[in-house]
Nanobody, 125 residues
Framework: QLVESGGGSVQAGGSLRLSCAAS????????VGWFRQAPGKAREFVAS????????WYADPVKGRFTISRDRERDMVFLQMDSLKPEDAANYYC????????????????????WGQGIQVTVSP
């Protein structure tokens, strides 16, 4: 089970930090990513990090504003979101790659991977 936290409401230009923790298992050996889905829109890739933390990938709309990281000792993954825009408002989902050591890549739909319940991020103008 993946448990997200840190969502909420913020004004445009503000920051939020999402956290994802593995409950009942470890994801130290797995790639982890964040996806988001806004009402009426398709689900989209946001960012991902490989199992070591050495490689990261970002969707173009969030490059330079969002930072994904992981703390392997605490077995957690974070998404630092800065300079938030109203178009960033969505439900954000933490996703763990099903197969060990494989990364989640921007082109992946992650349909066969493990998903958290999601957490809401609201950005007001």
């Amino acid at each position: 089970q993946l448990v997200e936290s840190g969502g909420g409401s913020v004004q445009a230009g503000g920051s939020l930090r999402l956290s994802c923790a593995a409950s009942g298992h470890t994801f130290r050996r797995y790639g982890v990513g964040w996806f988001r889905q806004a009402p009426g829109k398709a689900r989209e890739f946001v960012a991902s990090i490989n199992w070591t933390g050495a490689s990261t990938w970002y969707a173009d709309p969030v490059k330079g504003r969002f930072t994904i990281s992981r703390d392997r000792e605490r077995d957690m993954v974070f998404l630092q979101m800065d300079s938030l825009k109203p178009e960033d408002a969505a439900n954000y989902y933490c996703v763990q790659k099903r197969r060990e050591y494989d990364p989640i890549l921007p082109r992946d739909d992650a349909d066969n991977d493990y998903w958290g319940q999601g957490i809401q991020v609201t950005v007001s103008p």
